[in-house]
């Protein structure tokens, strides 16, 4: 396909380029799939680091931290993002700054094999042994300094609820309707937020998507990337 748009995908905290696999593989022929790891000490600096090495406009998706990631570029250079993917993420600032202190403390004293290991009972069913050792193993190859970059950075991120409204690209918000950090209400809230946002939800699925429900994830993704190709050629 001639001028396929660049989707740049973010993958949830502290995970890497496989979160993406089944994506990246599935949509190439749609679009030019290009999976970010960023760890900047905030969200704002994060955000300036993708819009720096992103081209002029582009197709945008995000998980969980990635999706709060997402989020953050989206209202900082609305007029940048000419599709908007997000997965079980909250606009909303933290709701724990100091819990996640301390959680920090804790994989910076050397605890990260128990703080994966609370972390991978909630994340995804533990019917789903496969997602969760895939998790596990980006976790281990990303190593506590980029977790606590990360997370320390999610922590201190914006509240922007209101911004929400600024975003005027098409969206598409899935997900699971078991997750235990972020419940699907607030995909809802986001989806009667933003004006031109369609909520796909996956029973038993919990917070990873991308993971746990690949297939799914690709049928909803192609269906919204089709949807935005028109008015990408016509800005082109």
């Known amino acids: 396909m001639l001028d396929r748009p660049t989707l740049i995908l973010l993958p949830a905290l502290p995970c890497d380029f496989d979160f993406y696999a089944a994506q990246t593989s599935a949509l190439a022929d749609l679009v030019d799939p290009k999976v970010m790891v ?4 905030s969200m704002r600096e994060s955000a300036e680091a993708a819009l720096a090495a992103a081209p002029p406009r582009f197709l945008l998706a995000g998980t969980a931290y990635g999706g709060c990631l997402a989020i953050e570029i989206a209202v900082t250079a609305p007029e940048r993002i000419a599709g908007l993917w997000l997965m079980n993420c909250s606009p909303g600032a933290h709701p724990d700054p100091d819990g996640a202190r301390r959680l920090s403390a804790r994989v910076r004293a050397g605890e990260l094999e128990a703080v994966l290991a609370e972390w991978a009972a909630i994340i995804v069913s533990a019917e789903d042994a496969a997602s969760r050792d895939r998790f596990l193993a980006m ?3 990303a190593g506590p300094e980029r977790f606590c970059r990360q997370y320390e950075s ?3 991120r914006s509240d922007h609820w209101d911004d929400l409204r ?3 690209a098409p969206t598409l918000l899935i997900w ?3 997750d235990l950090f972020v419940p699907v209400a607030v995909g809802k ?3 009667e937020a933003i004006p031109s946002a369609r909520l796909v939800t996956l029973p038993g699925c919990r917070h990873f998507p991308p993971l746990e429900r690949p297939e799914a994830t690709i049928t909803a993704a192609r269906a919204w990337i089709e949807a935005t190709l028109p008015a990408f050629q016509n800005w082109k």
């Open 38 to 41: 960023l760890e900047e000490p």
């Open 166 to 168: 600024r975003i005027t």
């Open 154 to 156: 999610a922590a201190g």
């Open 189 to 191: 809230r986001i989806a």
């Open 139 to 141: 976790a281990h190859r």
């Open 176 to 178: 699971g309707e078991d």
